[in-house]
């Protein structure tokens, strides 16, 4: 069986998408990734066999470009940002990848479940996928907001209601793309699609690496979704050097707002200041943009770092103030740390209303953010048990699975007899 991966380009989707290879590759599978050239270490290092596209439209240097803009845009800036690149990689993957994966003799694919036109893709080409939730889940129901809302769990009529006009606010920011997958789809005589997220999801099998009680209840959850928990592989991971010597044996505050929307220097500095008076020590990532950035007055108590090995600083954390990417929350749900999130944009918001609902945490909105806010979120949510009792029943429900060997089963039952099938008859023929 050999299998080729599509997925987004960004970190929160590189890693986890590695980390299920990796472990495909453990049980013998074949894993091709189909991805742009400044992905291609990441992916190598892995193990993972690495074939490049979009060399024209996004050539070596393209993440740096794309970092550089979106690191100061937040809300619906960063979402209508959002859809120009992904209408560029989706007229890319439509105009390059069917010879490749042709050429290749893939036999099912596994697909984001953002990565634009990946089932028209899979169905022009006649192989059947797999869909992966990197991120929050996409799929639609009216008890559950959009992942890009902060609104929290309400099983009232009204909320549901509201619910109900969230998503069709989605469907038209998708609206697009929509566009884009339908013309490419009448062109392959495929029917086209009247939804762009929910027409592209797996009738097959659909992984969430989201634990599932960390999910707002669903009522029409599909049977072939399932919540196999945090994709880790310790060859998709990459811990860069840090200063352990520093750590003096106070309580431990790790602060970061990923690699993505993490060029807001307000944001930082309003950390830098609520530390002043907080007795802890506060480890602060600024996930690539250090250069960027010069505080005045930094605290003794603060260490500001381009890039931490972050699972092993979380390993020693008291809290970790986040921008709640989703990669972010379940690395502190595994290891029983409780949250202070400061959602910025894309799904942030929704993994923070579930921090909130799961009482692994306390939420700042952006509007709400100032030094003593923030302060007196960090010093709440220390103080109070609840909240590390909250993360810790996690880190026990995570620490019973294996979800990279789970999800990898999971993979293998649901391809082979349709791959053993489709290869007999392409024998016969």
Same mark, same amino acid.
């Given at each position: 069986?050999?299998?080729?991966?599509?997925?987004?380009?960004?970190?929160?989707?590189?890693?986890?998408?590695?980390?299920?290879?990796?472990? %495909?590759?453990?049980?013998?599978?074949?894993? &091709?990734?189909?991805?742009?050239?400044?992905? =291609?270490?990441? &992916?190598?290092?892995?193990? $993972?066999?690495?074939?490049?596209?979009?060399?024209?439209?996004?050539?070596?240097?393209?993440?740096?470009?794309?970092?550089?803009?979106?690191?100061?845009?937040?809300?619906?800036?960063?979402?209508?940002? +959002?859809?120009?690149?992904? =209408?560029?990689?989706?007229?890319?993957?439509?105009?390059?990848?069917?010879?490749?994966?042709?050429?290749?003799?893939?036999?099912?694919?596994? &697909?984001?479940?953002?990565? @634009?036109?990946?089932?028209? %893709?899979?169905?022009?080409?006649?192989? @059947?996928?797999?869909?992966?939730?990197?991120?929050?889940?996409?799929?639609?129901?009216?008890?559950? /907001?959009?992942?890009?809302?902060?609104?929290?769990?309400?099983?009232?009529?009204?909320?549901?209601?509201?619910?109900?006009?969230?998503?069709?606010?989605?469907?038209?920011?998708?609206?697009?793309?929509?566009?884009?997958?339908?013309?490419?789809?009448?062109?392959?005589?495929? =029917?086209?699609?009247?939804?762009?997220?929910?027409?592209?999801?797996?009738?097959?099998?659909?992984?969430?690496?989201? /634990?599932?009680?960390?999910? +707002?209840?669903?009522?029409? #959850? /599909?049977?072939? %979704?399932?919540?196999?928990?945090?994709?880790?592989?310790?060859?998709?991971?990459?811990? @860069? @050097?840090?200063?352990?010597?520093?750590?003096?044996?106070?309580?431990?505050?790790? !602060?970061?707002?990923?690699?993505?929307?993490?060029?807001?220097?307000?944001?930082?500095?309003?950390?830098?200041?609520?530390?002043?008076?907080?007795?802890?020590?506060?480890?602060?990532?600024?996930?690539?943009?250090?250069?960027?950035?010069?505080?005045?007055?930094?605290?003794?108590? $603060?260490?500001?770092?381009?890039?931490?090995?972050?699972?092993?600083?979380?390993?020693?954390?008291? %809290?970790?103030?986040?921008?709640?990417?989703?990669?972010?929350?379940?690395?502190?749900?595994?290891?029983?740390?409780?949250?202070? !999130?400061?959602?910025?944009?894309?799904?942030?918001?929704?993994?923070?209303?579930?921090?909130?609902?799961?009482?692994?945490?306390?939420?700042? /909105?952006?509007?709400?953010?100032?030094?003593?806010?923030?302060?007196?979120? $960090?010093?709440?949510?220390?103080?109070?048990?609840?909240?590390? !009792?909250? #993360?810790?029943? +996690?880190?026990?429900?995570?620490?019973?699975?294996?979800?990279?060997?789970?999800?990898?089963?999971?993979?293998?039952?649901?391809?082979?007899?349709?791959?053993?099938?489709?290869?007999?008859?392409?024998?016969?023929?």
């Amino acid at each position: 069986m050999k299998l080729g991966l599509l997925h987004l380009y960004a970190t929160g989707h590189i890693n986890p998408s590695l980390a299920l290879a990796a472990g %495909l590759i453990d049980r013998g599978i074949e894993v &091709i990734d189909f991805n742009i050239l400044d992905n =291609a270490g990441a &992916i190598e290092n892995a193990g $993972v066999q690495f074939v490049p596209f979009g060399q024209k439209a996004m050539n070596v240097g393209y993440l740096a470009e794309v970092a550089r803009t979106i690191a100061s845009l937040s809300g619906e800036q960063s979402l209508h940002y +959002f859809g120009q690149r992904m =209408a560029l990689l989706e007229l890319t993957a439509f105009g390059e990848l069917p010879k490749l994966i042709n050429s290749l003799g893939i036999d099912a694919l596994i &697909i984001d479940q953002l990565f @634009p036109g990946g089932s028209t %893709l899979a169905e022009h080409l006649d192989l @059947p996928f797999i869909s992966l939730a990197n991120a929050l889940l996409i799929n639609e129901e009216d008890g559950v /907001p959009p992942p890009t809302l902060p609104w929290p769990y309400d099983s009232s009529a009204a909320a549901s209601e509201r619910n109900k006009l969230g998503w069709a606010g989605t469907r038209k920011i998708f609206q697009p793309l929509l566009e884009i997958t339908n013309k490419q789809r009448y062109a392959w005589g495929l =029917a086209p699609h009247s939804d762009f997220l929910q027409d592209g999801i797996s009738s097959l099998l659909q992984l969430a690496q989201l /634990p599932a009680s960390f999910d +707002f209840p669903r009522s029409s #959850a /599909p049977a072939n %979704l399932h919540y196999v928990g945090p994709l880790r592989h310790k060859r998709a991971r990459r811990d @860069p @050097p840090f200063s352990w010597d520093w750590l003096n044996g106070k309580p431990l505050i790790y !602060a970061s707002l990923g690699t993505l929307q993490n060029g807001l220097p307000w944001i930082y500095s309003t950390i830098v200041e609520a530390a002043k008076h907080l007795d802890a020590q506060i480890v602060l990532s600024l996930g690539g943009t250090k250069g960027n950035f010069t505080f005045e007055d930094l605290p003794t108590n $603060v260490l500001v770092v381009d890039y931490a090995p972050q699972e092993a600083v979380l390993d020693r954390a008291s %809290l970790c103030i986040t921008h709640a990417g989703l990669n972010t929350v379940v690395d502190c749900l595994t290891r029983g740390v409780p949250m202070v !999130a400061i959602p910025i944009a894309s799904e942030q918001p929704g993994n923070a209303a579930r921090i909130v609902w799961t009482g692994t945490g306390k939420m700042v /909105p952006l509007d709400q953010l100032t030094p003593e806010c923030l302060r007196t979120a $960090v010093q709440d949510t220390m103080g109070e048990t609840a909240y590390r !009792a909250n #993360a810790r029943r +996690f880190a026990a429900e995570i620490a019973g699975s294996n979800p990279v060997a789970i999800a990898s089963e999971l993979v293998i039952d649901a391809l082979r007899s349709t791959v053993e099938a489709a290869q007999s008859t392409t024998a016969e023929a």
